[in-house]
T-cell receptor
């Protein structure tokens, strides 16, 4: 049972345009969400996160939107750059604030390719 | 970058042999995690630790054991490796009270 799903295995965009990566979840207990970026042969790198008490969090070119009623979150990258080409994973945790063991459930990942 | 190292970075072994992967941190974080990454599955939690000698199972723990005798080291052992355990293994750490896990560079394990 895949509790966190990224239904698009890949996404291709032109440099300067917007990249939108999507993630859906089924477990209503999830209330903290993170996005990680991963380059080949490296470990995942934390990108941005959002708590369920918010519907938007922004950090430079990266914005995460959370729609709790739809159990859906998205990552927007504007403008996209060739260096953003990587695998993007969304992850969910049942507790914000580090009050639990902080176990993460990951989606399958989306390969983003940004063309010059 | 969080001070996390994993060793070895690459290993090829044969079915039935024992294998131990090491995760070492210099951050003194309380929580440590082992994940495996496979195509189509993302990252899946194998075991985690919430303190020295305190460990518990994750989603895909069958065939794996762990030990944590010191804060800085978290060992993952495959008692008798199988081809289905061919994967990339990542260690992660998290500070007490924090929300974010930080990952090591990974170990690519091939079981022939």
């Amino acid at each position: 049972d895949q509790q966190v799903k990224q239904n698009s295995p890949s996404l291709s965009v032109q440099e300067g345009r917007i990249s939108i990566l999507n993630c859906d979840y089924t477990n209503s207990m999830f209330d903290y969400f993170l996005w990680y970026k991963k380059y080949p042969a490296e470990g995942p790198t934390f990108l941005i996160s959002i708590s369920s008490i918010k519907d938007k969090n922004e950090d430079g070119r990266f914005t995460v939107f959370l729609n709790k009623s739809a159990k859906h979150l998205s990552l927007h990258i504007v403008p996209s750059q060739p260096g953003d080409s990587a695998v993007y994973f969304c992850a969910a945790s049942p507790n914000a604030g580090g009050t639990s063991y902080g176990k993460l459930t990951f989606g399958q990942g989306t390969i983003l390719t940004v063309h010059p | 970058d969080a001070g996390i190292t994993q060793s070895p970075r690459h290993k090829v072994t044969e079915t039935g042999t024992p294998v131990t992967l090491r995760c070492h941190q210099t951050e003194n974080h309380r929580y440590m995690y082992w994940y495996r990454q496979d195509p189509g599955h993302g990252l899946r939690l194998i075991h985690y630790s919430y303190g020295v000698k305190d460990t518990d199972k994750g989603e895909v723990s069958d065939g794996y054991s762990v030990s944590r005798s010191k804060t800085e080291d978290f060992l993952l052992t495959l008692e008798s490796a199988t081809s289905s355990q061919t994967s990339v293994y990542f260690c992660a750490i998290r500070a007490d009270g924090a929300d974010t896990q930080y990952f090591g560079p990974g170990t690519r394990l091939t079981v022939l």
